[in-house]
T-cell receptor, first 110, second 119 residues
């Protein structure tokens, strides 16, 4: 299964867009990119997922490069409540296993 | 309210004393999974279940057992806990992906976590 690489930590000013990158250079054609986040030690929360097209929902936007080897999660107007660890996961369609990795710790600064 | 519940939330035990952490979901999800989370290692999958009576190993299954006798419940069993199983445990559930192209509704919902300490 494809693995992902994310920066260990990032800062973002409150009210600005937070752009969280993820590399998944070994992704296969049927593998989806998922993003979850975890606030403190709570259970992770689903954010968004996509295959090859860019996706947007009420929480975030997901931009996937044309070669699908990397993606960026965008939080358009970061708030203090967005401070969390963000996980980028690659998972095949009908895949049963999830590899969360260690994620990116995002700190939103007032 | 749709949710995944885990019990207990906190547990301190001693080496070798069998314990069970329960997980229950009320969303009629087919897929359920257990993870452990350790500092610097992120979340790692222990076991998962695609449906009743169907379970399979994840990344770190050693020292754990699971069962799926009912759709809503997926208990995690530690037959002989050891200190290296001290960790934060999460249960999750989702609908099973049916492979119809665009995945719909199979995001995982996580429980609140169980913090286990084995002395």
């Amino acid at each position: 299964d494809a693995k992902t690489t994310q920066p260990t930590s990032m800062d973002c000013a409150e009210g600005r867009a937070a752009n969280l990158p993820c590399n998944h250079s070994t992704i296969s054609g049927n593998e989806y990119v998922y993003w979850y986040r975890q606030i403190h030690s709570q259970g992770p929360q689903y954010i968004i997922h996509g295959l090859k097209n860019n996706e947007t929902n009420e929480m975030a936007s997901l931009i996937i490069t044309e070669d699908r080897k990397s993606s960026t999660l965008i939080l358009p107007h970061a708030t203090l409540r967005d401070t969390a660890v963000y996980y980028c996961i690659v998972r095949p369609a009908m895949g049963n296993q999830f590899y969360f990795g260690t994620g990116t710790s995002l700190t939103v600064i007032p | 309210e749709a949710q995944v519940t885990q019990n207990p939330r906190y547990l301190i035990t001693v080496t070798g004393k069998k314990l069970t952490v329960t997980c229950s979901q009320n969303m009629n999800h087919e897929y359920m999974s257990w993870y452990r989370q350790d500092p610097g290692l992120g979340l790692r999958q222990i076991y998962y279940s695609m449906n009743v009576e169907v379970t399979d190993k994840g990344d770190v299954p050693e020292g754990y057992k699971v069962s799926r006798k009912e759709k809503r419940n997926f208990p995690l069993i530690l037959e002989s806990p050891s200190p290296n199983q001290t960790s934060l445990y999460f249960c999750a559930s989702s609908f099973r992906d049916r492979g119809h192209g665009r995945e719909e509704g199979n995001e995982q919902f996580f429980g609140p976590g169980t913090r286990l300490t084995v002395l």
